[in-house]
């Protein structure tokens, strides 16, 4: 069963920065690029980031172009996404999801709430 | 980018009435392999969202066969034969083609009257 479990979520002032862990299970990870989809309070979904199976491309919304970098450690079968200069916008459900723009299986999101 | 724009916002429908949501592109999603990516999800209340259909028309394993997907180009259509209780939720669609970004429509909430 494909398994999809993120954490790290929290909050965070301002310009402060936090990295989020996915952690798969259940499949090959390492064949299937990944992606992040933030959705915030009462509102729809957005795509984030992607990255190919082999951690080389990655690709980014505008809205997090140079502030966050998405990555992965294929022997841990672990994603990440880095958020650095945080900003209130960016409160949001961040959601892993298998595939860069497939997004065939969804983990459960973690919360991240910018605020002072 | 590529703007999805879903219609309407809000479904309410009687149960084991048919159910229609559209969704519209603001260019054509054909790639150019001959593929059309555009996909649904489901989200249920407090839920993550779920695959539905992916490539215009395709369901995915486990979803009921009275939902379906059609359409071409920059028009496309979700279908529920006959709506059940549990299909109450917010649903999405979401193209592709052209990224990055992939790019979601608002969102279509399904009530039941």
């Known amino acids: 069963e494909v398994q999809l479990l993120e954490s790290g979520g929290g909050l965070e002032q301002p310009g402060g920065s936090l990295r989020l862990s996915c952690a798969a299970s259940g499949f090959t990870f390492s064949k299937y690029g990944m992606s992040w989809v933030r959705q915030a309070p009462g509102k729809g979904l957005e795509w984030v980031s992607g990255?190919?199976?082999?951690?080389?491309?990655?690709y980014y919304a505008d809205s997090v172009k140079g502030r966050f970098t998405i990555s992965r450690d294929n022997s841990k079968n672990t994603l990440y996404l880095q958020m650095n200069s945080l900003r209130a916008e960016d409160t949001a459900v961040y959601y892993c999801?298998?595939?860069?723009?497939?997004?065939?299986?969804w983990g459960q999101g973690t919360l991240v709430t910018v605020s002072s | 980018d590529v703007v999805m724009t879903q219609s309407p916002l809000s479904l309410p429908v009687t149960l084991g009435q048919p159910a229609s949501i559209s969704c519209r592109s603001s260019?054509?999603?054909?790639?150019?392999?001959?593929?059309?990516?555009l996909t649904w999800f489901q989200q249920r209340p407090g839920q993550s969202p779920r695959r539905l259909i992916y490539k215009v028309s395709n369901r995915d394993s486990g979803v009921p066969d009275r939902f379906s997907g059609s359409g071409s180009g920059t028009d496309f259509t979700l279908k529920i034969s006959r709506v059940e209780a549990e299909d109450i939720g917010v649903y999405y669609c979401?193209?592709?083609?052209?990224?990055?970004?992939?790019?979601f429509g608002q969102g279509t909430k399904l009530e039941i009257k």
């Open positions: 260019q054509s999603l054909v790639y150019s392999d001959g593929n059309t990516y």
């Open positions: 999801a298998r595939g860069v723009v497939t997004a065939d299986c």
């Open positions: 979401m193209q592709g083609t052209h990224w990055p970004p992939a790019t």
């Open positions: 990255i190919g199976g082999g951690g080389d491309n990655t």
